[in-house]
């Protein structure tokens, strides 16, 4: 039943998510994470998929149950919701954008040898972007994103074999120093889980997909159908973070290596990781297979972004007013300027603009879950379509989490200070 053709031909929002997801958060901050503490945090990255699947699965159950997106849900549920959202958006997005593609530009660099300056690899890549999604849209985004996900996952799991055959286990330290009193130490997991999987924020750009994949098949979306897409699409991501985690714990814990705070740099030690343990024959592929990934995320953060800060505007402002930035096009081109001014301040420390973007989406992920969580359950969905009492008792549960580790790491922070 699950396996038809007809429903693998309708997988694609799931994909887009994996798509969106796999990037920063597991090409950066999982190998981080296995590099500097060995094994320490893989029940991190297991507990933070977990605690904010049923927030992301309101995405499209919501899309499913209602043909709407969940920015269509948070208007309709009060304006607070829609200008929390609106605020929070221009707040993180331009920071987000140039994250994601300074370490694209890093790994363009080193895939072309073509030696600009990074600010001059941003513009090129997200002009890139825009002209693809004006000229292909949604169809081309679902298409391509199959092609990516499945390289990528493909010479991911084959270092790692090659990394368990090559690796004198005897010898590895499996855990590492990690101390939840470090303030540094804290500050990094919270780094972490801001975007393990991704930012809450993706529930909302999910919707919008899954709305626009019912356009192209011209009907209302089977909500069985759109758990399915999800679920592969989470469980890709949650195995590719744990994957990327073990090959930082593998290769680069009790090293002398550490990660550079250089794009460049940085993008070159990603690459060697996955040379050293497949041979120099493979670097074309595992170049390729790197760039297509934070591409892919680049993209669809640029897709993502521009769609739901132009649909918000059409929602909040009269129809007759806010012409122009209820443009997809102006918003393309606004947060492909803005994020090269971000990148400016950033443009020699990769790791301070990951980190700060990841934090500032940490902090906000209670609010977001709270407001999709209000949304499901409110009068805008049919009882049939509303989670049951297990998976409510899960988002009650992950909220509590988030605030509460919210509320500790504020602590520990004044504590620091």
Same mark, same amino acid.
């Given at each position: ?34 590099a500097s503490f060995g ?83 941003h513009l090129l890549l ?22 990516? !996900? $499945? ?5 991911? /799991?084959? &270092? =790692?074999? %090659?990394?368990?055959?090559? *690796?004198? +286990? @005897? ?67 949650? !195995? $590719? ?5 073990? /090959?930082? &714990? =593998?290769? %680069?814990?009790?090293?002398? *290596?550490? +990660? @550079? ?17 497949l041979g120099n024959w ?136």
């Amino acid at each position: 039943m699950y396996f038809s053709a007809k429903w693998l031909s309708k997988i694609g929002p799931g994909l887009l998510y994996a798509g969106a997801a796999i990037g920063v958060s597991h090409l950066v901050q999982s190998t981080r994470a296995g590099a500097s503490f060995g094994f320490d945090l893989i029940w991190i990255i297991l507990l933070a998929n977990l605690i904010k699947y049923p927030f992301f699965e309101i995405g499209p159950r919501f899309a499913a149950a209602t043909g709407k997106s969940l920015l269509e849900g948070y208007q309709q549920l009060g304006n607070w919701a829609i200008w929390t959202f609106i605020i929070s958006n221009f707040l993180t997005m331009f920071t987000i954008q140039a994250a994601v593609t300074m370490v694209t530009a890093g790994l363009a660099l080193e895939l072309t040898g073509l030696n600009l300056p990074i600010p001059i690899w941003h513009l090129l890549l997200l002009s890139l972007c825009a002209f693809i999604l004006i000229k292909g849209g949604f169809a081309w985004l679902n298409f391509t994103m199959k092609i990516i !996900i $499945s390289l990528l996952s493909i010479s991911t /799991l084959l &270092a =790692l074999i %090659m990394a368990f055959q090559k *690796i004198e +286990f @005897s010898t590895i330290n499996w855990f590492g120093n990690f101390s939840w009193i470090n303030p540094l130490h804290i500050a990094f997991v919270v780094a972490l889980v801001g975007w393990m999987p991704a930012p809450i924020d993706l529930s909302i750009w999910n919707s919008i997909w899954t709305k626009e994949s019912s356009k192209g098949f011209g009907k209302l979306e089977n909500l069985e159908e759109v758990k399915f897409d999800f679920k592969i699409g989470f469980w890709i991501t949650t !195995i $590719s973070a744990v994957l990327f985690l073990m /090959l930082g &714990a =593998l290769v %680069m814990f009790n090293s002398n *290596i550490q +990660f @550079s705070n250089s794009a460049t740099e940085f993008s070159k030690q990603i690459i060697q990781i996955y040379t050293s343990l497949l041979g120099n024959w493979a670097y074309p592929i595992i170049a390729v297979a790197a760039f297509t990934t934070m591409f892919s995320t680049s993209l669809t953060c640029l897709d993502a972004f521009s769609r739901v800060s132009f649909e918000s505007m059409d929602l909040v402002l009269p129809k007759e007013k806010g012409v122009l930035i209820k443009k997809y096009g102006f918003w393309l081109f606004f947060l492909i300027v803005g994020s090269f001014i971000i990148l400016q301040f950033f443009v020699s420390n990769m790791k301070q603009l990951v980190d700060f973007a990841t934090t500032m989406s940490f902090l906000i992920a209670p609010v977001f879950a709270f407001i999709n969580y209000k949304l499901i359950n409110s009068h805008q969905v049919s009882e049939i379509f509303k989670p049951k009492r297990f998976l409510k008792y899960w988002a009650l549960i992950g909220l509590l989490f988030l605030i509460s580790f919210s509320v500790y790491y504020l602590y520990v922070l004044n504590q620091a200070s």
